[in-house]
């Protein structure tokens, strides 16, 4: 299943506050793209915070993997939402036999 996972800065935090994590984040989250679990990464426009795009069986598993992060570990990333998307079928129409 794809995941869509928002990151972002806790509540009070600072970017200057995830300096020192940015480092250890990066590297685990290169082990997960490496692991095929992260399919694509992306700044948010403001910069406080991330988008994931992850690939795993639910939404949990995907929870557990980003929790694992230094930084979320730290209390200075939040995963803020992890949506499960399903393939769309709404073409069907377009074909469908009246």
Known sequence: MKVIALIDLSAGKTMADLAPHREAETRA???LVKAGRVRAAHYR???T?????LEAASTAEAHGWLGDLPAVKAGVLTV???????PYSGYELLFATK
């Open 29 to 31: 989250l290169w082990e």
């Open 45 to 47: 426009e403001t910069m």
């Open 49 to 53: 915070g991330a988008v994931l795009e």
């Open 80 to 86: 803020s939402e992890a949506v499960g998307l399903l």
